[in-house]
């Protein structure tokens, strides 16, 4: 036996997938998902300058 017929046999490659056509459907969803992303971004920017929201916590009545 050669060098070459022994050990595993290494697996073939898949094939790469076609990349399907994109109809304007398709281009509409994506560039409306984009905005709602960056939407989103500014939204977390913003709200990471500031601290937490109500900032008192429990409230007690003071009362017993």
């Not at 697996?11 to 560039?31: I, V």
């Not at 709602?36 to 900032?55: R, V, Y």
Request: glycine share 14%.
């Amino acid at each position: 036996m050669s060098g070459r017929e022994g050990g595993k046999k290494k697996p073939l490659k898949a094939p790469k997938k076609q990349s399907k056509e994109m109809d304007d459907e398709d281009m509409a969803f994506k560039q409306k998902q984009r905005e709602e992303q960056k939407a989103m971004d500014a939204l977390k920017a913003k709200a990471s300058g500031k601290g937490p929201l109500g900032g008192s916590g429990i409230k007690k009545s003071g009362k017993k």
